[in-house]
């Protein structure tokens, strides 16, 4: 660093004896940024984008907003890449190396539930994390997948518009946030990481479209993971050319640090647009639909609960399991077979031959247009996420409950008293 930096290496070094700084970026699929920055319940700092604010709490996570979605804590310099991915209607996102999240939850307020976006974790654990943040932002044009990049190119050729590389690296922007990444550090460790993200890159290629976006982004300085990879990648691929490249050092912005390159797919695929494909749609492999699976008397039990529930019918194709398990596919959902898939579109509940149970899911992505909203206390809140019943001044039946008008869950009315049904794992612990 001290060569390559030169006189600026000692702010560099510097740098490193400030605290780690922290980052909360609004979830505008639920929340505008100035109706959150009226109502945060603890300090914000700066912006460092538009909706992405500086934070000097220690624990904001265990607010109730938090749970209820209306939040996403983030690197500050890990905010910078998503804006790049700028998805048009209609547009096939693929983020390739996606947990815990951070990323894909950004490009997902982004497209506005327009389109489709593919959130791709190679570890499973990391990829249930993946699901679980996807599921509290309340992202219904999402689905989640946990397989290697090998597997993903076979079955989707020239598919997306944008893919999103946010490879696995040396981390060496991660070291104030996480000292345990020193001592993983090491020449042999750079190297590694520098030949893994090559392959990663080689079969991101082979999924975009001709005038297809790559972006591929770091937390590390290594320039055999950086500018070098980027080279060596162009010199491969003559079909890319580099839009941008961009790197942010702790000592010239107010974040850990990262890495991002923008690169266009130019060469003329010989592939024709989709018939429905709209003005602007780039010419793309079509690929085979989700085959939707429908279940009369299941969508029967679900209509009757979703009339009385909603104001409104709910838009998307009825996926129905064996098991009795329903999902909301959103439009232009690709076939997914043979890939581990963690979530699809909106869970919605389940149907045991004779009713219809909804979703934790489905309170976070369509709660807010319930009929029945049972709006607590900051008090109430806590005991509703510690699993407690509450009392309701409500008609029997299903109802959101709430922080405000912002759902944290669901409960059955009966009597006067709500049942507490947030999922067992996502309750605090008492
Ligand atoms: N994009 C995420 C976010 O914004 O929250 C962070 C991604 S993290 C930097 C890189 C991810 O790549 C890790 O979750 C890691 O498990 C995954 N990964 C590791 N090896 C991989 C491989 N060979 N192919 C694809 N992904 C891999």
Redesign the pocket.
Known sequence: MKERLGKDFPAFLASYEEAPYKGLRVNTLKISPAEFSRRAPFPLGGEVADGCFYLEEEKPGADPYHFAGLYYL?EPS?MTVAPFADPCKKERVL??????????TQIAAKMRGEGILIAN???PA?AKILSQNVERMGIANCAVTSA??EKLAEKFPAYFDTV?V????SGEGMFKKEPNAIPEWSEQNVARCAL?QR??LDEAAKMLCAGGRLIYS??TFAEEEDEWQIGDFLRRHPAFSLLCEKKLYPHEFRGEGHFCAVLEKNSDLNICPPPDAGEGVRPRSSGKSFPVCRNAQAERAFRAFEADFFEEPLKGALHTLLDGRMYLVPAGMPDLSGIRLLRLGVELGAFDGKLFKPAHALAMAFGGRARRKLSLSRKQCEQYLRGETLPADLPNGWCAVCVEEFPLGLGKCTDGAVKNHLPKGLRKIK
């Not at 946010?166 to 690296?169: E, L, Q, R, S």
């Open positions: 983030q890990a983020d390739l190396c996606a947990a815990p999240g951070g990323k894909t974790e190679i570890d990391r290697a990049p999103l946010d490879a696995p690296c893994r392959t990663i770091t937390c």
